[in-house]
């Protein structure tokens, strides 16, 4: 019973690289998400897709990308890393019917650019 | 500007006893309040929620509370148990069909045996 695995556990880049962080969820569930969460802070919005073929900016996009690949999938996108999204990065999806479901997270990925 | 708050970063209290966690809120389009608990190294898990229609929601050892009035809300761990030890997540829905979370920073709870 995986619920939403996260691809890699760990991470280090330099600056300017890039990388690609992933994300599958194998309970058929409609809308997925990316978070980051940062020392003293709560999780906070970058990226949603409500369904397979769409995707929308939440409260922190700029610096990334994201791609719903199908139903199971939805990848997270650094172009060109910057020290300052150092960070841990949650992937969440929910079945997306009706308030009362609620998001499923992954176990996160830390990500340190040097 | 911070919607949801979470003024307590810390909580300790002797298992067996009650643990009161708050939440205070600003945006008044606020439709739906969830409670998630988080271990180290792990993700965060849905421990409970409640509708802005009610006043309190229960499950098991855990209730939430809710008042409106006040943009406040509070989850009662009653009794506590050393495994409750987590950091705490209160998250709000803004109104609407589009279902994003706004969450507060978390409160970290430590139950003593």
Same mark, same amino acid.
């Given at each position: ?114 | ?7 307590? *970063? ?7 006893? &009650?643990?009161?966690? @708050?939440? !205070?809120?600003?945006?008044?389009? %606020? ?12 993700? *965060? ?7 802005? &229609?009610?006043?309190? @929601?229960? !499950?098991?050892?855990?209730?939430? %509370? ?12 009653? *009794? ?34």
């Amino acid at each position: 019973n995986a619920g939403v695995t996260q691809t890699p556990k760990f991470q280090v880049l330099k600056t300017g690289q890039s990388m690609t962080l992933q994300c599958a969820q194998d309970m058929n569930h409609n809308s997925m998400y990316w978070y980051r969460q940062d020392p003293g802070m709560g999780l906070r919005l970058i990226y949603y897709s409500a369904s397979e073929g769409t995707t929308d900016k939440g409260e922190v996009p700029n610096g990334y990308n994201v791609s719903r690949l199908n139903k199971r999938e939805f990848s997270l996108r650094l172009e060109s890393a910057a020290p300052s999204q150092t960070s841990v990065y949650f992937c969440a999806s929910r079945e997306g019917s009706g308030a009362s479901q609620p998001q499923h997270f992954g176990d996160g990925t830390r990500l340190s650019i040097l | 500007d911070q919607q949801v708050k979470q003024n307590s *970063p810390s909580l300790s209290v002797q298992e067996g006893r &009650i643990s009161i966690l @708050n939440c !205070d809120y600003t945006n008044s389009m %606020f439709d739906y309040f969830l409670w998630y608990k988080k271990y180290p190294a792990e993700g *965060p898990t849905f421990l409970i929620s409640i509708s802005s &229609i009610k006043d309190k @929601n229960e !499950d098991g050892r855990f209730t939430v %509370f809710l008042n409106k009035s006040a943009k406040h809300l509070s989850l009662h761990i009653v *009794p506590s148990q050393p495994g409750d030890s987590a950091v705490y997540f209160c998250a709000a829905k803004g109104g609407g069909s589009n279902y994003k979370l706004t969450f507060g920073k978390g409160t970290l709870l430590t139950v003593n045996p």
